[in-house]
């Protein structure tokens, strides 16, 4: 008789995303996006950090402070990396994020052609960010929905 345990695929997918979550420098918030088409393959996978060539040890990982003083100015979030690191259209496909996307990914999903954002967080539902995110998504058509998701933590080397 096969295994009971098994994940579903959402899990699974949430799970990569929760994965690539890990390899982000962020101290404060780590968020992974894991992108997958019609044929439930995954398409792309990224998570927030500098754009090439911009050293996790030089910039700032600061939150607050003048524009050039704070990772705002410099990051990518996880959901462009997941776009642009796809070899293949994103076109139609859903995309698995540990976090709702800001208004600005939000852009770039819509405009991708992405049709639905699974998340699992939505620790920044009360802001202005957010309402104008759900504004742009009811207008196009992306459809949205939470996941009920317990955090996976890989952990290195356990004792
Ligand atoms: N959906 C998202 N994808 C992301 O990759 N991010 C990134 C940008 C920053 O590196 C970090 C948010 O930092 P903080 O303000 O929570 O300390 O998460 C943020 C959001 C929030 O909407
Ligand atoms: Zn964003």
């Known amino acids: 008789m ?29 968020v992974g996006a894991c992108i997958v088409n019609d044929e439930k393959r995954i398409i792309s996978i990224g998570y927030n950090g500098f754009p090439r060539g911009a050293s996790d040890d030089t910039f700032p990982w600061e939150k607050e402070g003048g524009v050039v003083d704070t990772k705002y100015a410099y990051v990518v979030h996880a959901e462009a990396n997941a ?9 139609g496909s859903t995309v698995y994020v540990t976090l709702f996307p800001c208004h600005e990914c939000t852009k770039l999903i819509i405009q991708s052609g992405i049709k639905e954002i699974v998340y699992a967080s939505n620790k920044y539902k009360n802001t202005e960010s957010h309402k104008a995110a759900l504004k742009m998504l009811d207008a196009a058509g ?10 996976i ?7």
Do not use: C
């Open 2 to 30: 096969k295994r009971s345990e098994y994940l579903s695929w959402e899990e699974y997918f949430m799970g990569v995303a929760s994965l690539s979550a890990q390899r982000s420098k962020d101290p404060n918030t780590q």
């Open 142 to 151: 992306v459809k949205y929905r939470q996941m009920e998701f317990g955090e």
């Open 153 to 159: 933590i890989y952990v290195k080397n356990p004792k």
């Open 83 to 91: 776009i642009l690191n796809a070899r293949t259209t994103v076109s």
